[in-house]
C-alpha cells in the first residue's frame, strides 16, 4: 500500500524559513516526478512546487519562485520543500504528491498518490 506522509508543518513567524517533508512507502518512486501543492479554505488547491524524477528539474509557481526549493532523496524515497522568507499567504495545507510521469507537471491530475497533509501557518 502506498502512503505518502509529510512532515515539517509548524506556526512560524513572517520572514521565518521552514522545511518539509514528505517520505513515500510502499513502493519507490525514483522514476517519478514528484510535486508540492498547498490549499486553503477558501481556495482550491495549487500547484507550488515540482521536481523530476532525477532531481535534475524543478518548476515552480510563480508565487514562491526565489523563496521555495524543491529537492529529493531518492535512497530515502523523500522529496523536501524547504521555504524561506514566508509569508502570511503561504498559510496553507501542504500537500505532497507523486506524479504520474517522469517530469513535473502542474495539474492535479499528473498526480497519482497524494498525503494527508501538513498545516503551515505564518503569523505577521
Known amino acids: 500500500q502506498v502512503q505518502l506522509v509529510e512532515s515539517g508543518g509548524k506556526l512560524v513567524q513572517a520572514g521565518g524559513s521552514l522545511r518539509l517533508s514528505c517520505a513515500a512507502s510502499?513502493?519507490?518512486?525514483?522514476?517519478?516526478?514528484m510535486g508540492w501543492f498547498r490549499q486553503t479554505p477558501e481556495k482550491e488547491r495549487k500547484f507550488v512546487a515540482g521536481?523530476?524524477?532525477?532531481?535534475?528539474?524543478?518548476v515552480y509557481a510563480d508565487s514562491v519562485k526565489g523563496r521555495f526549493t524543491v529537492s529529493r532523496d531518492n535512497a530515502k524515497n523523500t522529496v523536501y520543500l524547504q521555504m524561506n522568507s514566508l509569508k502570511s499567504a503561504d498559510t496553507a495545507i501542504y500537500y505532497c504528491?507523486?506524479?504520474?510521469?517522469?517530469?513535473?507537471?502542474?495539474?492535479?491530475?499528473?498526480?497519482?498518490?497524494w498525503g494527508q497533509g501538513t498545516q503551515v501557518t505564518v503569523s505577521s
Open positions: 521536481i523530476n524524477w532525477s532531481g535534475g528539474s524543478t
Open positions: 504528491a507523486v506524479s504520474r510521469q517522469p517530469v513535473a507537471g502542474s495539474g492535479e491530475y499528473d498526480y497519482a498518490y
Open positions: 510502499g513502493r519507490t518512486f525514483s522514476t517519478n516526478a
